[in-house]
């Protein structure tokens, strides 16, 4: 069994979604923070991977390739990650190539619901850019309608307009995501559980019926340790993925070694 030392980061964005650090700028602080182990999960989104994996190499932190796909069914919304899949494999790149399909059609949408429902106008060539970056979501838009003064605050342009977006028709089911990572040779694991669409909270109920349903599907982990969770939120979700046999990516000792054994840390 692999034996780390230092601290381990297996959530992280760049700017390839929606992080605020560039990839390179990003393994500059992991290794300022003396991170030993870290993955970046950017959403819908593997093209970090290439400029990472490279600057971690000579005995840099160690790297773990992740992704964060954005997930819905009848049942709900999910964010399924995936740890250690070759980021070659066709299985996970055509997952990551439809959500991001996906996205675009979600801004474009999204654009036309804030004009016809606000007025709100944006200059065509910076629609043009954020669908050239390949992973516009809400917080590229909140930015935007900031940048034009139709909101003061990141927060009020979140609460005034973005959360009142109208669900989106089409979206990658967590079977589908659940499915391509294994297919990658990668660990999906559940992230951030406990919470559902925007301020939803599942009951301890719905949260083991998730789980369950999700592990029919191939799932093999949960996020039990995350920024948003109290203490008992967590012990809670470390039951769990004991009663369930799930591994778990951070906190519980012998579940999160068995974790980075399965990745080949």
């Given amino acids: 069994m692999a034996i780390v030392s ?20 990003l393994v500059a602080k992991v290794k300022d923070a003396g991170i030993a182990v870290f993955s970046v999960t950017d959403h819908d989104a593997i093209k970090a991977e290439k400029t ?6 000579n005995g840099g932190p160690r790297f773990i ?10 049942q709900g919304k999910y ?27 979600k801004l474009l949408d999204r654009v036309a619901y804030l004009r016809e429902t606000f007025g709100i106008e944006f200059p065509e060539d910076e ?12 917080p590229h838009l909140a930015n935007l309608l900031v940048s034009h003064g139709y909101a003061a605050t990141f927060g009020e342009a979140m609460d005034k307009y973005l959360e009142r977006l109208p669900s989106a028709a089409e979206y990658v089911s967590p079977e589908e995501a659940i499915e391509g990572i294994l297919a990658g040779g990668g660990v999906p694991v559940l992230a951030h559980p406990i919470f559902g ?12 019926e998730r789980i369950v349903r999700l592990k029919g599907y191939g799932l093999q982990g ?9 203490s008992d939120m967590t012990a809670g979700l470390l039951a769990l993925a004991d009663q369930h046999g799930l ?3 951070a906190g519980s000792p012998d579940a999160f070694l068995r974790f980075l054994s399965r990745v080949g840390v």
């Fill in 52 to 57: 990472v994996g490279p600057l971690c190499e």
């Fill in 127 to 138: 629609v043009f850019r954020l669908l050239s970056e390949g992973n516009p979501g809400r």
């Fill in 79 to 105: 964010h399924i990650l995936g740890y250690g899949f070759d980021p070659s494999s066709d299985a996970v790149r055509a997952v990551v190539k439809r959500g991001q399909m996906l996205r675009a059609a």
């Fill in 197 to 208: 669409s925007g301020k939803e909270r599942l009951t301890p109920a719905e949260l083991e």
């Fill in 6 to 25: 230092g601290l381990i980061d297996l959530h992280l964005h760049t700017t390839v979604s929606d992080g605020t650090d560039t990839p390179a700028e």
């Fill in 247 to 249: 591994f778990v990516t």
């Fill in 222 to 230: 949960i996020e039990a340790f995350y920024s948003g969770f109290t």
């Fill in 65 to 74: 390739p992740g992704v964060e796909s954005s997930c819905r069914d009848g």
